[in-house]
């Protein structure tokens, strides 16, 4: 057993010798100095070719998005292939795909819905081009895309109903007007709001209609809850300000004080909100902001330049009361 031992340790020590002896030694190559095995240098804002696949225009928000991502895009001085899906998935798959055939070096998305993205995205990994998420969330597995950047939807329903709370003393007949059905926010405002009922039984959502993000489908909708409901609606929670602002002049020509006789909260801060809040209409809004140009190109080129970047980037938020809104409007950027 000792011998047997003895032999393996001698074994082992030739071993050793014989992979150190026989190891060469890293030799630079002639006129291989360390410089030459450097990074590439970094691409800048003028080298580059970015993509972006915008959903539509149905909002005040979503116009002040589309200006950030323009105006930031020729501030820098890059090449910006932009294309608008007028709120249609099947048009915003086919400007991705548009995008790909083009080999621009990075792609910007805000998903109109959740679902439905595996398959494109998966083509542009494979073609090799980054997806940045821009506003919007995906529902697809964290490797078809770099980063998310944007909002969290679901503390803004929270806070929604924090503030509904606050103006009904926690009690409240509410009718809801919900964004897109299938989009993060839609989902997420929902859901945010309803956790926060959970502590006041006296707050209840009488209805829950979609309204689409739009002024026009928000005042239908609107129309339609007065008429069935009357005045026993005494708040109305707008998944965005330009549904809100349809439902005040629902509201008007019901013969009812928007705001007054029926309190009112919604998401995005819009400058229109501030004016509908110092005219006594509303109540108080949630800041959603649409800046994002700066934030995503920033993220875009570090991307492209191989650097690290989180996978989700939170944009910054307030709520803002109509008490504050004459002092806080001349201060908005849209
Ligand atoms: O995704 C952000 C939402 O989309 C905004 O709250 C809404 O106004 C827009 O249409």
Not at 114 to 135: C, H, M, R, S, Y
Not at 305 to 333: C, H, Q, Y
């Amino acid at each position: 057993m000792k011998l047997r031992r003895m032999v393996y340790a001698t074994l082992l020590l030739f071993a050793l010798i014989w992979e150190t002896a026989c190891t060469p030694e890293y030799v630079e190559a002639p006129g291989q100095t360390p410089a030459a095995q450097a990074d590439p240098p970094k691409k800048t804002y003028a080298d580059v070719i970015i993509g972006f696949a915008q959903l539509g225009a149905e909002s005040e928000w979503r116009v002040a998005n589309t200006a950030s991502i323009k105006e930031t895009a020729e501030e820098l001085g890059i090449e910006l292939r932009f294309s608008d899906a007028q709120q249609n998935q099947e048009n915003q798959i086919l400007a991705m795909r548009s995008l790909i055939v083009q080999r621009v070096d990075v792609i910007g998305i805000s998903p109109i819905v959740e679902t439905g993205w595996n398959e494109v995205f998966q083509e542009a990994k494979d073609a090799g081009i980054p997806i940045i998420l821009l506003d919007r969330r995906a529902d697809v597995s964290e490797d078809l895309y770099v980063t998310y950047l944007g909002s969290d939807f679901l503390e803004e329903g929270r806070k929604a109903g924090r503030v509904m709370a606050q103006i009904t003393n926690g009690q409240a007949k509410i009718v809801e007007l919900t964004g897109t059905p299938g989009s993060a926010p839609a989902i997420d405002r929902y859901k945010g709001f309803r956790q926060i009922l959970l502590d006041y039984p006296e707050m209840r959502i009488v209805d829950s209609q979609t309204g689409d993000f739009t002024r026009a489908r928000g005042r239908e909708v609107m129309e339609g809850f007065l008429n069935t409901y009357g005045k026993a609606i005494t708040a109305v929670y707008a998944h965005n300000d330009d549904m809100a602002l349809g439902a005040i002049t629902a509201i008007e020509e019901y013969g009812l004080k928007p705001g007054v006789d029926i309190k009112i909260v919604s998401v995005d801060a819009a400058a229109v909100a501030f004016e509908a809040m110092i005219a006594g209409k509303m109540n108080a809004t949630i800041e959603c902001n649409p800046l994002l140009g700066p934030q995503f190109f920033e993220l875009a080129l570090k991307v492209i330049n191989g650097e690290d970047v989180p996978k989700w980037v939170p944009s910054e938020e307030s709520v803002f009361m109509a008490v504050d809104a004459a002092e806080i409007l001349p201060t908005r950027k849209y």
